[in-house]
């Protein structure tokens, strides 16, 4: 069993930065890829960007280049550096585990795991 608790959410600015935790429990956190998602309003869940066990990364394209995700196996927790927000970037963020990956006809398609957090809110607005 592995529980997931986000913290790092709320409101800031366009342009600001928000970093989220994302604090797991259970010792075989390290041996997991994790993965944040965001709900908007009326939209589906989207993965925003991924870790593996071993720090492979990968990001949607909305936030390459403003979004980093790491991790710290010694504590046990992913974090999500968020910089130059933007308003299409309000959602609620879910940390979720564990995130995989498969390759089919030249696409890579992520699919979630069955474990997630309770999930943070990010607001970005002037």
């Known amino acids: 069993q592995v529980q997931l608790v986000e913290s790092g959410g709320g409101l800031v600015q366009p342009g600001g930065s928000l970093r989220l935790s994302c604090a797991a429990s259970?010792?075989?956190?390290?041996?997991?890829?994790m993965g944040w998602y965001r709900q908007a309003p009326g939209k589906q869940r989207e993965l925003v960007a991924r870790?593996?066990?071993?720090?492979?990364?990968n990001y949607a394209d909305s936030v390459k280049g403003r979004f980093t995700i790491s991790r710290d196996n010694a504590k046990n927790t992913v974090y999500l550096q968020m910089n130059s927000l933007k308003p299409e970037d309000t959602a609620v963020y879910y940390c979720?585990?564990?995130?995989?990956?498969?390759?089919?006809?030249?696409?890579?398609?992520?699919?979630?795991?069955?474990?997630w957090g309770q999930g943070t809110q990010v607001t970005v607005s002037a």
């Open positions: 870790i593996t066990s071993a720090g492979t990364t």
């Open positions: 259970g010792s075989i956190f390290r041996s997991y890829a």
């Open positions: 979720n585990a564990p995130t995989s990956r498969t390759y089919t006809s030249g696409t890579y398609y992520y699919t979630p795991g069955g474990y």
